[in-house]
């Protein structure tokens, strides 16, 4: 099976009693459809993951494959730092219909890079769904070496990679040592034209959900040929893409979702609020992008 090229994390909605808000995630995932996103990263570390239960997984699973299954890739987040466990929540996701899975490197442990291996080995041996390593060592702790990776593309069901290290030696040192066949996805969204310029095969988004036509056109534009015109666009959409990232993820990106009138809702604990400054200043950069006619924060956007 091959996956689009422009892929994109989504955020899960709440409702006020902390209940997920299926029709807030319906009305995001649309609009980042309209825009030409091709996949969504369900139930990843951008859905706060680590507060989703195995039954609400499901279920989110089952609702986006039936929403927009028919439009877009639909690949739910499996991984933890505990690989039986992640292996028992692969198998279930399988069995809701997702199309593939994305597998983040297990935190807090820091296990050796043989055991990164293995536990990647024993999850992909798990099911038959295309897998996607996902390296992200600053929230993680620890980093797939791009010789692990390499031994793990020997596995026939381990597809990509989605690569969030923000280091471009290290997404070229990758290109260097994969085979082409395995796909590399950078996951930052402020390195996009850069990683396309090195070879990437494409963008795993988090900002996608807030600029998704923008996103769309800045890297078509890229791969046309109009190097000059895409690098502009990087540096005009430069702003929304840095302040995505003013607080953990997603904080600020539901923040920008509510400003947007998504109604998205908050963030489970022990994830909180963004202080009033920081919510001004995101409302800010929306403004003077012209994505939101107010620089005005409701007061239940920030902690008091």
Known sequence: MEFGKYLSVIVTPFNSDNTVNYEALKKVAQNMIDGGVEGFIVAATGGESATLDLDERIELTKFMKKEFGSKAQIVVGTGNNNTAASIKTTKAIEEAGADAVLLVAPYYNKPSQEGLYQHYKAI??????PVFLYNVPGRAGVKIAPSTVARLAEIPNIYGMKDASGDMDNLTTLLRTV???FRIYTGD????VPALSIGVYGLISVAAQVVPGQLAEMMDTFRAGKIKEAAEMHRNLFPVLDVLFIASNPIPTKIALNLMGYNVGGVRL?????TKGQAETIAEVLFDA???????VPDNLYSK
């Open 270 to 274: 022990p994830l909180t609020m963004p």
């Open 124 to 129: 992909a041996e798990s099911t038959s769904l």
């Open 189 to 192: 969204d402020n390195l996009a």
């Open 290 to 296: 012209g994505l939101i006619a107010t620089k005005e």
């Open 179 to 181: 085979p082409e066949s």
